[in-house]
Structure formats: C-alpha cells, structure tokens
C-alpha cells in the first residue's frame, strides 16, 4: 500500500487534509449549491470532524476504501476543495473518482486541473486501466467538467437512485489509461 503523497500542478497542491482544513471544508460543504448533486443535504462542523477522524485512518489506494484528497490553490495555501479515489474492492486496477469544489472557486479551471493532476497521477504513477466518475444528469457543470477531461459517457441509469426525496438519473463517465495517455 503507498501513502499519498502530495502531488501539485501549476495552481493547486493536491494533499491528504490538515486540522486548519476544518473550517473552510465544513463551510463548503454546507453550501446548499455545493450539496444540490452531493449525498449530504447539510453539513455541521461535528460531522466534518467526524469525516476528518476517519480521513486520518483512512488507507490510500487500498480497495474498496475511499480516500479523500485535499486541494488548496498554492499561492494563497487557501483549501477550496477535495477530490475521492475509490480503488474498485474487486479490481483495483479501476478507480472512482469524484470532486467538490467551493462555489467561488467553480468556473475558474481549479476542479479540471486537480482532476487532471489526479488522473496523471493515478495512470503514470500507480498504473490504474480505468478511471470513472458517476454524476447527476442534472449536474451540467460536473458533465462538461468530465467531457473536458476526454471522458466518455458510457451510461445512463434512470432514475437509478432514490436521491433527496425524489428518483435521480445519472451519466456514468469513464476513460482508460491508453486513451488518456493519447
């Protein structure tokens, strides 16, 4: 198993969480435009601690597990985001990916450029086949994002999920190491 390491692009550094994350994690994350397309409705202050307590325990590409990357931009050390990696339990060789971005920071590029540091990082360096990344029909931003990144959209479930109140669709995305090597 390799520990994350930290791993940066032109802008951001791409990084396990720290306690100082605390404050501007929880507040994104109770954004409700940030949590429209998200599992959580709200978020409180206990819960991102809780999520940070496991976060330290957390084990990076074991699978089956889910771990969480931090993102903060370099010139200013400010967080403003995180991304998942989810090695599939039964093939690691694939992987889930996802993001979250604070809403002042959405439309500037910071989500494309940590997704592509991932992806570089996750083909390069650990040699993943396949990379996917599920999002809401109704989540245009996350769907441009991942066709920006060369990713094609592999499926459709309909009203696949029972999601706040109601049955959501989602697009499942997907790109292969070969294919993002090009």
């Known amino acids: ?3 994350f390491t930290p791993i940066q692009s032109s802008r951001l550094l791409l990084r396990p969480f720290k306690e ?14 940030v949590a429209r397309y998200q599992s959580w409705e709200s978020y409180t202050r206990e819960e991102g601690i809780a999520f940070f307590e496991s976060m330290a325990k957390a084990r990076f590409n074991a699978p089956g ?15 403003i985001g995180d991304c998942v990696v989810h090695p599939l339990a039964e093939d ?6 996802g993001f979250t971005l604070a809403k002042r920071f959405q439309g ?12 570089t990082y996750l083909f390069d360096e650990l040699k993943k086949h396949r990379a996917f990344a599920v999002t809401d029909v109704k989540n245009e931003g996350s769907i441009k994002l ?15 999920i029972w ?12 790109i292969l190491n070969k294919e993002w090597k090009r």
């Not at 100082?20 to 435009?33: H, Q």
């Not at 771990?67 to 400010?78: G, H, L, P, S, V």
């Open 146 to 160: 991942l066709e920006n990144l060369g990713m094609r959209r592999e499926g459709h479930f309909i009203e696949n």
């Open 1 to 3: 198993m390799k520990e």
């Open 163 to 174: 999601f706040k109140g109601e049955w959501g669709s989602e697009y499942l995305y997907a």
């Open 20 to 33: 100082s994350d605390l404050d501007a994690f929880v507040a994104y994350r109770a954004d409700p435009e």
């Open 108 to 119: 500037k590029g910071y989500a494309h450029e940590a997704l592509t540091t991932l992806l």
């Open 92 to 97: 690691a060789r694939q992987v889930e990916i």
């Open 65 to 79: 597990e889910y771990f969480q990357i931090a993102f903060e931009r370099k010139d200013t050390n400010e967080m």
